[in-house]
T-cell receptor, first 111, second 112 residues
Framework: KNEVEQSPQNLTAQEGEFITINCSYS?????LHWLQQHPGGGIVSLFM???GKKKHGRLIATINIQEKHSSLHITASHPRDSAVYIC?????????????FGSGTQLTVLP | SQTIHQWPATLVQPVGSPLSLECTVE??????LYWYRQAAGRGLQLLFY??????ISSEVPQNLSASRPQDRQFILSSKKLLLSDSGFYLC???????????FGPGTRLLVL
Protein backbone atom coordinates (compact mmCIF):
# COMPACT_ATOMS: atom_id res chain seq x y z
CA LYS A 1 0.00 0.00 0.00
CA ASN A 2 1.23 3.48 -0.82
CA GLU A 3 1.78 5.33 2.42
CA VAL A 4 1.44 9.10 2.30
CA GLU A 5 2.86 11.37 4.94
CA GLN A 6 2.39 15.10 5.13
CA SER A 7 4.18 17.62 7.27
CA PRO A 8 3.56 19.68 9.17
CA GLN A 9 0.11 18.67 10.41
CA ASN A 10 -0.61 22.22 11.50
CA LEU A 11 0.98 25.44 10.37
CA THR A 12 0.33 28.99 11.50
CA ALA A 13 1.89 31.85 9.58
CA GLN A 14 1.72 35.60 9.42
CA GLU A 15 0.35 37.24 6.32
CA GLY A 16 3.04 37.63 3.71
CA GLU A 17 5.14 34.68 4.83
CA PHE A 18 6.41 31.99 2.46
CA ILE A 19 4.75 28.66 3.21
CA THR A 20 6.02 25.16 2.49
CA ILE A 21 4.02 21.97 2.96
CA ASN A 22 5.67 18.61 2.37
CA CYS A 23 4.39 15.27 1.16
CA SER A 24 6.27 11.97 1.03
CA TYR A 25 5.05 8.66 -0.34
CA SER A 26 6.37 5.14 -0.25
CA UNK A 27 5.68 3.67 -3.69
CA UNK A 28 6.62 5.10 -7.08
CA UNK A 29 3.78 6.90 -8.79
CA UNK A 30 2.74 8.35 -12.12
CA UNK A 31 1.35 11.59 -10.72
CA LEU A 32 0.65 13.33 -7.46
CA HIS A 33 -2.31 15.55 -6.62
CA TRP A 34 -2.52 18.57 -4.34
CA LEU A 35 -5.96 19.50 -3.06
CA GLN A 36 -7.27 22.38 -0.99
CA GLN A 37 -10.15 21.88 1.44
CA HIS A 38 -11.88 25.04 2.56
CA PRO A 39 -13.31 25.47 6.07
CA GLY A 40 -16.77 24.66 4.76
CA GLY A 41 -15.54 21.31 3.48
CA GLY A 42 -15.43 21.96 -0.24
CA ILE A 43 -12.40 20.51 -2.02
CA VAL A 44 -10.63 22.04 -4.97
CA SER A 45 -7.93 20.35 -6.98
CA LEU A 46 -4.88 22.59 -7.13
CA PHE A 47 -2.32 20.60 -9.08
CA MET A 48 -1.65 17.26 -10.66
CA UNK A 49 2.01 16.81 -11.46
CA UNK A 50 4.24 14.00 -12.52
CA UNK A 51 7.59 15.78 -12.69
CA GLY A 52 9.30 19.07 -12.10
CA LYS A 53 7.31 22.08 -11.06
CA LYS A 54 3.95 23.71 -11.68
CA LYS A 55 2.90 27.23 -10.81
CA HIS A 56 -0.53 28.79 -10.50
CA GLY A 57 -0.63 32.30 -9.15
CA ARG A 58 1.05 32.30 -5.76
CA LEU A 59 1.03 28.53 -5.53
CA ILE A 60 3.96 26.40 -6.65
CA ALA A 61 4.12 22.61 -6.53
CA THR A 62 7.29 20.61 -7.02
CA ILE A 63 7.92 16.91 -7.16
CA ASN A 64 11.03 14.77 -6.98
CA ILE A 65 10.12 11.35 -8.32
CA GLN A 66 13.40 9.73 -7.28
CA GLU A 67 13.07 10.91 -3.69
CA LYS A 68 9.28 10.26 -3.63
CA HIS A 69 8.66 13.73 -2.29
CA SER A 70 6.57 16.73 -3.23
CA SER A 71 6.25 20.22 -1.81
CA LEU A 72 3.56 22.83 -2.06
CA HIS A 73 4.70 26.42 -1.66
CA ILE A 74 2.62 29.52 -1.13
CA THR A 75 4.29 32.85 -1.71
CA ALA A 76 3.07 36.05 -0.04
CA SER A 77 0.53 34.10 2.03
CA HIS A 78 -2.82 35.68 2.75
CA PRO A 79 -5.55 34.87 5.31
CA ARG A 80 -7.73 33.55 2.49
CA ASP A 81 -5.13 30.81 1.97
CA SER A 82 -6.20 29.34 5.32
CA ALA A 83 -7.40 25.84 4.54
CA VAL A 84 -6.42 22.19 4.75
CA TYR A 85 -3.97 21.15 2.05
CA ILE A 86 -4.01 17.50 1.06
CA CYS A 87 -1.72 15.49 -1.16
CA UNK A 88 -2.88 12.31 -2.85
CA UNK A 89 -1.18 9.57 -4.84
CA UNK A 90 -2.38 6.46 -6.69
CA UNK A 91 -3.27 3.71 -4.25
CA UNK A 92 -2.09 0.24 -3.52
CA UNK A 93 -2.94 -1.41 -6.79
CA UNK A 94 -1.31 1.30 -8.80
CA UNK A 95 -4.64 2.15 -10.35
CA UNK A 96 -4.88 5.86 -10.84
CA UNK A 97 -8.57 5.63 -10.01
CA UNK A 98 -7.80 4.76 -6.42
CA UNK A 99 -6.11 7.62 -4.68
CA UNK A 100 -4.53 7.43 -1.27
CA PHE A 101 -4.76 10.69 0.61
CA GLY A 102 -2.47 12.25 3.15
CA SER A 103 -3.96 13.35 6.44
CA GLY A 104 -3.74 16.98 5.41
CA THR A 105 -1.98 20.11 6.65
CA GLN A 106 -4.12 22.67 8.41
CA LEU A 107 -2.79 26.10 7.41
CA THR A 108 -3.84 29.23 9.26
CA VAL A 109 -2.61 32.57 7.96
CA LEU A 110 -3.03 35.41 10.42
CA PRO A 111 -3.54 39.00 9.27
CA SER B 1 -18.80 23.65 -18.39
CA GLN B 2 -19.07 20.73 -16.03
CA THR B 3 -20.68 20.92 -12.62
CA ILE B 4 -21.22 18.39 -9.88
CA HIS B 5 -24.07 18.50 -7.42
CA GLN B 6 -24.67 16.72 -4.16
CA TRP B 7 -27.68 16.69 -1.91
CA PRO B 8 -28.63 17.06 0.73
CA ALA B 9 -25.98 19.40 2.08
CA THR B 10 -26.53 18.25 5.65
CA LEU B 11 -28.43 15.37 7.15
CA VAL B 12 -29.16 14.23 10.69
CA GLN B 13 -30.45 10.68 10.91
CA PRO B 14 -31.15 8.26 13.78
CA VAL B 15 -29.23 5.02 14.10
CA GLY B 16 -30.92 2.26 12.15
CA SER B 17 -32.56 4.55 9.62
CA PRO B 18 -31.93 4.26 5.85
CA LEU B 19 -29.76 6.62 3.85
CA SER B 20 -29.72 7.90 0.32
CA LEU B 21 -27.24 10.50 -0.88
CA GLU B 22 -27.31 11.63 -4.46
CA CYS B 23 -24.62 12.97 -6.74
CA THR B 24 -25.13 14.20 -10.27
CA VAL B 25 -22.71 15.54 -12.84
CA GLU B 26 -23.61 17.89 -15.65
CA UNK B 27 -21.79 18.83 -18.80
CA UNK B 28 -19.93 15.60 -19.46
CA UNK B 29 -20.67 12.02 -20.43
CA UNK B 30 -19.40 8.68 -19.17
CA UNK B 31 -17.48 10.15 -16.23
CA UNK B 32 -15.66 8.10 -13.62
CA LEU B 33 -17.54 8.69 -10.38
CA TYR B 34 -16.27 8.38 -6.83
CA TRP B 35 -17.71 8.40 -3.30
CA TYR B 36 -15.39 9.42 -0.47
CA ARG B 37 -15.91 9.72 3.26
CA GLN B 38 -14.03 11.98 5.59
CA ALA B 39 -14.59 11.13 9.23
CA ALA B 40 -14.00 13.84 11.81
CA GLY B 41 -10.30 14.57 12.07
CA ARG B 42 -9.45 11.91 9.50
CA GLY B 43 -8.32 11.88 5.90
CA LEU B 44 -10.36 11.11 2.83
CA GLN B 45 -11.24 7.48 2.29
CA LEU B 46 -12.41 6.13 -1.05
CA LEU B 47 -15.63 4.15 -0.59
CA PHE B 48 -16.78 3.35 -4.12
CA TYR B 49 -15.96 4.19 -7.68
CA UNK B 50 -17.81 3.60 -10.93
CA UNK B 51 -16.62 3.59 -14.51
CA UNK B 52 -20.06 3.20 -16.06
CA UNK B 53 -23.76 2.55 -15.53
CA UNK B 54 -24.27 -0.35 -13.16
CA UNK B 55 -20.53 -0.80 -12.61
CA ILE B 56 -19.54 -0.30 -8.99
CA SER B 57 -16.27 -1.14 -7.27
CA SER B 58 -16.13 -1.16 -3.50
CA GLU B 59 -12.94 -0.25 -1.71
CA VAL B 60 -13.78 -1.12 1.85
CA PRO B 61 -16.28 -3.51 3.41
CA GLN B 62 -18.91 -1.51 5.17
CA ASN B 63 -22.49 -0.74 5.89
CA LEU B 64 -22.91 1.25 2.70
CA SER B 65 -23.69 0.51 -0.93
CA ALA B 66 -23.57 2.51 -4.13
CA SER B 67 -25.50 2.47 -7.36
CA ARG B 68 -25.25 4.19 -10.71
CA PRO B 69 -28.67 4.03 -12.34
CA GLN B 70 -27.82 6.64 -14.96
CA ASP B 71 -24.62 7.79 -16.62
CA ARG B 72 -24.27 10.93 -14.54
CA GLN B 73 -25.98 9.86 -11.34
CA PHE B 74 -24.26 8.18 -8.41
CA ILE B 75 -26.15 7.21 -5.28
CA LEU B 76 -24.80 6.20 -1.88
CA SER B 77 -27.16 4.18 0.29
CA SER B 78 -27.52 2.33 3.52
CA LYS B 79 -30.36 0.18 4.82
CA LYS B 80 -29.49 0.81 8.48
CA LEU B 81 -27.17 3.59 9.55
CA LEU B 82 -24.58 3.11 12.27
CA LEU B 83 -23.08 5.79 14.51
CA SER B 84 -19.77 5.21 12.73
CA ASP B 85 -21.34 6.26 9.42
CA SER B 86 -21.24 9.89 10.55
CA GLY B 87 -18.91 11.99 8.46
CA PHE B 88 -18.51 14.20 5.45
CA TYR B 89 -19.35 12.47 2.17
CA LEU B 90 -17.85 13.74 -1.03
CA CYS B 91 -18.63 12.78 -4.59
CA UNK B 92 -16.07 13.37 -7.32
CA UNK B 93 -15.66 12.79 -11.03
CA UNK B 94 -13.05 12.73 -13.72
CA UNK B 95 -12.83 11.72 -17.36
CA UNK B 96 -9.87 9.41 -17.19
CA UNK B 97 -8.15 7.54 -14.38
CA UNK B 98 -5.31 9.56 -12.99
CA UNK B 99 -6.76 12.80 -14.23
CA UNK B 100 -7.66 15.59 -11.85
CA UNK B 101 -10.75 14.75 -9.86
CA UNK B 102 -13.45 17.37 -9.40
CA PHE B 103 -15.27 17.30 -6.11
CA GLY B 104 -18.84 18.09 -5.21
CA PRO B 105 -19.75 20.32 -2.26
CA GLY B 106 -20.22 17.35 0.06
CA THR B 107 -22.90 16.13 2.46
CA ARG B 108 -22.43 16.28 6.23
CA LEU B 109 -24.09 13.28 7.82
CA LEU B 110 -24.64 13.03 11.54
CA VAL B 111 -26.01 9.77 12.87
CA LEU B 112 -27.45 10.02 16.38
Amino acid sequence: KNEVEQSPQNLTAQEGEFITINCSYSVGISALHWLQQHPGGGIVSLFMLSSGKKKHGRLIATINIQEKHSSLHITASHPRDSAVYICAVPGSSGSARQLTFGSGTQLTVLP
Amino acid sequence: SQTIHQWPATLVQPVGSPLSLECTVEGTSNPNLYWYRQAAGRGLQLLFYSVGIGQISSEVPQNLSASRPQDRQFILSSKKLLLSDSGFYLCAWNRDPGETQYFGPGTRLLVL
